[in-house]
């Protein structure tokens, strides 16, 4: 399809819970990026992947976060043992090739609470 | 090192009056630079991108930016703002090695009747 599907759109866990949330990115595109959206303005980009391998993963807090894009499969960013301050909007991108030559798609956004 | 910054956190018009949204650039290199518009609880659309070529780019819903390289700028105009346009407004360029994007802090821009 057309559009970046990130899903779910809204996840609630409790503290040291588990979180997985999925994007499946535009048929073609090879890039993907996630970006992690706090205090409703600031956006910290966290990983980004061509095809299945990790392109740049300098801005995942590597103790909880993970992520993987599979073949045939949606990507995943999952945290362990969620804390409070992860709360935030989660947004997944793609892009045809590299994205400041063609440009980037954005999905929706997963919003995730942790209480 | 890239970064962005939007001068302006708040701008308030009135409705069928002209908006100028500010967004100052650092980058080495030649910068892929865009606009993004998120309205309320909504994700982010690509209002426009300046990849090369004109420096004046255009959107399909009225807005224009102009890319300056000598100010550094890539400000976002448009000539008569809808109560519709009532969203935050992002500036973001691309990291040249690792095609990221920065993003500034955002415009909120709010359209009053």
């Known amino acids: 399809g057309e559009e970046v599907a990130q899903t779910p759109k809204h996840l609630v866990r409790g503290e040291g819970q588990k979180a997985k949330l999925y994007c499946a990115p535009i048929?073609?595109?090879?890039?993907v990026f996630w970006y992690q959206q706090v205090l409703k303005n600031e956006f910290k980009f966290l990983i980004s992947f061509q095809n299945e391998n990790v392109f740049d993963e300098t801005g995942m807090p590597k103790e909880r976060f993970s992520a993987k894009c599979l073949p045939n499969s949606p990507c995943s960013l999952e945290i362990q043992a969620t804390k409070l301050e992860d709360s935030a909007v989660y947004f997944c991108?793609?892009?045809?090739?590299?994205?400041?030559?063609?440009?980037?798609?954005f999905g929706s956004g997963t919003r995730l609470t942790v209480v | 090192a890239q970064s962005v910054t939007q001068l302006d956190s708040h701008v308030s018009v009135s409705e069928g009056t002209p908006v100028l949204l500010r967004c100052n650039y650092s980058s080495s290199y030649s910068p892929s630079l865009f606009w993004y518009v998120q309205h309320p609880n909504k994700g982010l659309q690509l209002l426009l991108k300046y990849l090369s070529g004109s420096t004046l780019v255009e959107s399909i819903n009225g807005f224009e930016a102009e890319f300056n390289k000598s100010q550094t700028s890539f400000h976002l105009r448009k000539p008569s703002v809808h109560i519709s346009d009532t969203a935050e407004y992002f500036c973001?360029?691309?990291?040249?090695?690792?095609?990221?994007?920065?993003f500034g802090t955002g415009t909120r821009l709010q359209v009053f009747p």
């Open positions: 048929k073609g595109h090879s890039y």
């Open positions: 973001a360029v691309s990291v040249t090695n690792t095609d990221k994007l920065i």
């Open positions: 991108a793609s892009s045809q090739r590299e994205g400041r030559d063609y440009g980037y798609t």
